[in-house]
């Protein structure tokens, strides 16, 4: 009967731990968005729910409209003039702007392949993610080209650490880059199907058609 309980209370857990959890996130989502309502004034704000996550998409198409075309552009150039002139401002602002333009780029390639390093030591190997190809002082100063790649904590995949690996040291996966992530938040519990199960070994550096 113990056994029978116990199965029971994990079946219920998984169940309603990830569904709980989205939950909490969309209602989050949900209330930040609906800031933008405070736009309207208090009179004539309507109580409609959601009407906040609408009113906060457009203005953010709005947005991009304006900022798209010329005379858009020129005045996001001379805001950010502006913005640049404040010291503490001109920190926060350019830092964010460089992430978002480095994440949001069609020619991103931030975090769009996850890979497979030797970290923290030799014969260890960890789950990480290419997020930039260094260049300057950082790529004049190696012997060999790197990337720079993220390897985050588990299971909180929001902090992590920063590597440079040698490209030839890297095996890149085929699995996508949310079921690498779910292999890192589920603690490697949740682990994607395999996508070719040849039970080939790769060797860092080596093209893995060439294994088969």
Same mark, same amino acid.
């Given at each position: 009967?113990? %056994?029978?309980?116990?199965?029971?209370?994990? /079946?219920?857990?998984?169940?309603?731990?990830?569904?709980? /959890?989205?939950?909490?996130?969309?209602?989050?989502?949900?209330?930040?968005?609906?800031?933008?309502?405070?736009?309207?004034?208090?009179?004539? #704000?309507?109580?409609?729910?959601?009407?906040?996550?609408?009113?906060?998409?457009?203005?953010?198409?709005? %947005?991009?409209?304006?900022? /798209?075309?010329?005379?858009?552009?020129?005045?996001?150039?001379?805001?950010?003039?502006?913005?640049?002139?404040?010291?503490?401002?001109?920190?926060?602002?350019?830092?964010?702007?460089?992430?978002?333009?480095?994440?949001?780029?069609?020619?991103?390639?931030?975090?769009? *392949?996850?890979?497979?390093?030797?970290?923290? #030591?030799?014969?260890?190997?960890?789950?990480?993610?290419?997020?930039?190809?260094?260049?300057?002082?950082? *790529?004049?100063?190696?012997?060999?080209?790197?990337? %720079?790649?993220?390897?985050?904590?588990?299971?909180?995949?929001?902090?992590?650490?920063?590597?440079?690996?040698?490209? #030839?040291?890297?095996?890149?996966?085929?699995?996508s880059v949310e079921a690498a992530m779910r292999l890192v938040i589920s603690l490697g519990v949740v682990t994607p199907e395999d996508v070719a199960r040849r039970g080939v070994r790769v060797v860092p550096g080596a093209d893995?058609?060439?294994?088969?």
């Amino acid at each position: 009967m113990s %056994t029978l309980l116990r199965r029971w209370l994990i /079946a219920g857990m998984l169940v309603w731990l990830p569904l709980g /959890a989205t939950l909490l996130v969309i209602r989050f989502v949900i209330n930040l968005l609906d800031i933008s309502l405070l736009l309207i004034p208090e009179s004539y #704000r309507p109580e409609i729910p959601g009407l906040g996550v609408l009113l906060s998409v457009l203005l953010v198409l709005g %947005t991009g409209a304006i900022a /798209a075309n010329y005379i858009g552009s020129k005045l996001v150039v001379w805001t950010e003039a502006m913005l640049s002139r404040i010291p503490l401002v001109r920190t926060v602002y350019g830092g964010i702007k460089k992430l978002a333009e480095t994440i949001f780029s069609e020619k991103s390639v931030s975090f769009r *392949q996850p890979i497979l390093i030797e970290y923290p #030591r030799k014969g260890l190997w960890s789950v990480a993610f290419v997020t930039g190809d260094p260049i300057g002082e950082v *790529q004049d100063k190696t012997a060999e080209h790197v990337l %720079t790649c993220f390897v985050p904590t588990t299971p909180n995949p929001t902090s992590g650490f920063i590597v440079l690996v040698p490209d #030839r040291d890297i095996i890149r996966l085929d699995m996508s880059v949310e079921a690498a992530m779910r292999l890192v938040i589920s603690l490697g519990v949740v682990t994607p199907e395999d996508v070719a199960r040849r039970g080939v070994r790769v060797v860092p550096g080596a093209d893995p058609a060439s294994e088969i």
